[in-house]
């Protein structure tokens, strides 16, 4: 037997584990997982159609999806929701906002062991309130508070590793980009999903700021409090940084309370944002370089979305999901077991992947199985293996996992956050920045247990607006 006819004689599944190991193959000796996705996906539907139709209409098939795919699916309304949160983060830093923001925590929480670092992080997290990149936040702040940190003597791994933590807040914090990749991949109702990372995110500052508080009043010279301001000099500081509250109040009521979708609420918050910095004086220059950068990072996501989709498209053939699903499932252990062998898999990748191009090409895989172990989507809290409802279920399931694409932005040797720090502060290695994010992977731990552990942290929200 010749080695096509070999090809073409094996099963849909075999195929599909082929094709995947040659994607994994290309990941892990450099080539973009965007493009790695998409050649490993034309591959794949190559194999199959011309496994069943012959090369020569197996070859135009594939041609013809790898056209289409990518256009149906990114054209999608949610999809535009990508750029107006990622224009209203770089608008608010040419109008002043993040360091009118960073001014107020730093005088209202200053004073506590740490204070710099805590006021870092929960600046971090308002600026998180209205832009969804983790990227921009990280770059942003490592401008602002990474030197006035050094000014008073915190050491710089410290500093810089408190930035590249706090910047992932912004994958939690509505709006977050991950999470409208997340609802359109498994599809759910985008705006519950962005309701629904409200209150994760702010269990996961408040942890981030209780370690900072640890580490400050267990290690000496571990950086000073900032004292000094009046109660007067602290409310004079919060006017400056009301029309940050204010976008996240729009958004929040649109989304919440049904005003409009969450592309209007994007779109609302990106020109309230846009008049305020033409307000106070952003040039042509400005407005261009906010434009350019959104566009950028846009067509990074979107590219790979497009190359990934299409891998994601050739396993539906290869009813790898379904299987997989099975297999999971048939196992003679505890689904909690089995749920946290998932994330501990999602650890070890998120060292090699980013975070979008890991939720793209493992939830069309884990998430039937996540379900299909919780006991299926119609299936009531009482009845299910993780104590949440079908549609609960994949909610919970999303901030988790979301949660744990955060870490793989401070991981090395991939860790983009770090990178981006460290570009942005040429004082600071990406070696310095690596070690000063290592205990935030205690409190990303702490989190997860948390948040795995009291499911209506999360879906408290969602079952308000009836939805879980």
Not at 198 to 212: D, E, H, K, Q, T
Request: with cysteine; net charge neutral.
């Amino acid at each position: 037997m010749s080695l096509f006819e070999t090809m073409a004689s094996m099963e849909s599944v075999d195929i599909g584990l082929w094709v995947t190991g040659i994607m994994l193959f290309f990941v892990v000796i450099g080539v973009r997982v965007a493009f790695a996705a998409a050649l490993a996906g034309f591959i794949g539907l190559l194999w199959i159609f011309s496994a069943k139709l012959g090369f020569e209409k197996g070859f135009l098939v594939a041609v013809k999806m790898a056209g289409t795919i990518p256009h149906s699916k990114v054209s999608t309304l949610a999809l535009s929701l990508i750029p107006t949160f990622i224009l209203i983060g770089f608008l608010a830093y040419h109008a002043g906002l993040t360091r009118a923001l960073f001014e107020a925590a730093k005088r209202w929480l200053g004073w506590l062991p740490g204070g710099m670092g805590v006021a870092t992080v929960f600046s971090t997290a308002g600026f998180a309130a209205v832009s969804g990149a983790s990227v921009a936040t990280s770059a942003v702040f490592a401008r602002i508070a990474i030197p006035e940190m050094l000014k008073l003597g915190y050491d710089k791994r410290f500093a810089a590793g408190v930035v590249a933590a706090g910047g992932t807040l912004a994958s939690l914090i509505p709006p977050s980009a991950i999470l409208v990749i997340y609802a359109i991949i498994v599809e759910q109702d985008v705006g519950v999903l962005l309701m629904a990372g409200f209150l994760p995110g702010a269990v996961s500052a408040l942890i981030y700021g209780a370690l900072v508080i640890f580490l400050a009043s267990t290690r000496k010279d571990f950086g000073p409090p900032v004292t000094g301001f009046s109660w007067k000099q602290r409310f004079e500081s919060l006017p400056a940084a009301l029309p940050i509250f204010l976008v996240v109040a729009i958004i929040m009521i649109c989304i919440y309370g049904g005003v409009g979708t969450p592309t209007e609420a994007g779109s609302l918050g990106a020109f309230i944002i846009l008049c305020l910095a033409v307000y106070k004086g952003m040039r042509w220059k400005e407005l261009r370089g906010s434009l350019m950068e959104t566009a950028k990072l846009t067509v990074m996501i979107f590219t790979i979305i497009w190359g990934v989709l299409l891998y994601v498209r050739f396993l539906g053939f290869a009813d790898l999901p379904g299987v997989f699903s099975q297999w999971i499932t048939s196992l003679d252990q505890s689904p909690m077991l089995i749920l946290i062998m998932i994330l501990l898999a999602y650890v070890v990748l998120g060292m090699f992947m980013d975070a979008i191009g890991m939720l793209l090409l493992t939830l069309p895989v884990v998430y039937p199985a996540v379900i299909a172990l919780n006991g299926g989507e119609a299936v009531l809290a009482a009845d299910s293996a993780f104590g949440v409802s079908g549609v609960g279920c994949a909610i919970w399931f999303g901030i988790i996992v979301v949660k744990m694409a955060e870490i793989c932005l401070i991981t090395p040797p991939i860790g983009l956050n770090c990178f981006v720090v460290a570009g942005v502060r040429p004082e600071c290695s990406v070696q310095d920045v690596f070690r000063g994010v290592t205990p935030f992977f205690i409190a990303d731990v702490i989190t997860i247990v948390v948040l795995i552990t009291f499911p209506g942290i999360i879906l408290w929200v969602p079952q308000l607006m009836g939805m879980a």
